[in-house]
């Protein structure tokens, strides 16, 4: 049996309730809106999966649905416990590809996210870009149906495939540097895109333009973005073309994201070499932090291309302001 999005989380919701049962305007306040939750309700119904009455929605025949709805999580600690043991044995800061990794905080709470939101449950889940690693964090959890990565360093790309083998679900990784066409096979193919872009308008708009290539109608696109290195007026264009390219933003976790802290100064902030004489130290306490914004795919439009002048062209934030 193949679900909708809505279908899988009224189930979802449904298996975790009370008896199974909630009243039609605790399921729309849990699965969006209303007149959708209506209708999809009542063609549950006729398929015999729902007993509907006295505004209540009901289970029925729990035999007949997908077995990866009843998959319980994991316990969040016990995850990034895990991921420690990952992240510690691979640090991932290159300057020429804007690397700067997120603390395992900020990976707790984007999983956290991924998780409530229903977009890592038999997912089929793509990275673009992977110096934090959130693919083997999003291995651990045991939930995705497929986890692939597009990653230009050789050394994250060395370190994925040694460490994929040993992993609950295994990593795809594809030598790909994002300034180049994405491989036919995986257009349309993901539900949910997971991205970190360089801090500029245009890295974020190429970043999220590839995502968007990558996602099947209704999949979602997970990006952090910062205050810190863009300004609102950076923020209004990202947003705006976002949604001309047919994304719908559904939430905007404010510092959600805290990255993790740097001892030198030069590797902490890319144009260090700009800022005035006297600041000299480092913070002592993160202070990069992004925003999570999560925008579902609603409408496939046409996207602009992006021009290369030289082929296989460094993917780096000078290239892109």
Not at 99 to 124: F, T, V, Y
Not at 130 to 136: A, G, H, I, N, T
Not at 158 to 186: A, C, E, M
Request: glycine share 4%; aromatic share 8%.
């Amino acid at each position: 049996m193949t679900l909708s999005h809505l279908s899988e989380r009224i189930f979802l919701n449904l298996i975790r309730a009370p008896k199974n049962q909630l009243t039609i305007w605790e399921l729309s306040r849990r699965c969006g809106y209303f007149k959708n939750v209506i209708a999809e309700v009542e063609k549950l119904k006729k398929q015999n999966l729902l007993d509907l009455q006295n505004s209540s929605v009901k289970l029925k025949n729990k035999k007949l649905l997908p077995q990866y709805l009843f998959k319980k999580n994991r316990p969040l600690s016990s995850v990034i416990s895990d991921f420690k043991k990952y992240a510690t044995r691979a640090r991932f800061d290159s300057l020429k590809y804007d690397q700067l990794s997120l603390s395992p905080s900020g990976i707790k709470n984007k999983l956290s996210s991924l998780i409530h939101n229903g977009d890592l449950l038999n997912r089929r889940v793509l990275c673009l870009g992977d110096d934090d690693l959130m693919s083997v964090a999003c291995s651990l959890t045991r939930l995705p149906a497929k986890i692939s990565v597009f990653e230009a360093e050789m050394s994250v790309i060395k370190f994925l495939k040694s460490t994929s083998p040993r992993l609950p679900i295994p990593i795809q990784v594809i030598k790909l540097n994002l300034l180049n066409s994405i491989p036919k096979n995986h257009g349309g193919y993901y539900d949910t895109i997971i991205t970190e872009p360089p801090e500029t308008i245009a890295g974020t708009l190429l970043f999220a333009n590839r995502g968007i290539k990558c996602l099947k109608k209704e999949g979602v696109l997970y990006l952090g973005i910062t205050e810190n290195t863009l300004s609102k007026e950076s923020w209004r264009i990202i947003e705006s073309t976002l949604t001309d390219w047919g994304l719908v933003i559904t939430d905007i976790l404010r510092n959600y994201e805290e990255y993790s802290l740097e001892k030198n100064l030069s590797r902490s902030w890319k144009d260090a070499e700009k800022l005035p004489p006297w600041i000299t130290k480092p913070s002592k306490y993160p202070w990069f932090v992004s925003t999570l914004i999560r925008a579902e795919l609603i409408q496939k439009s046409k996207l602009p291309v992006f021009k290369i002048k030289k082929p296989n062209q460094d993917l780096s934030s000078k290239l892109l302001n």
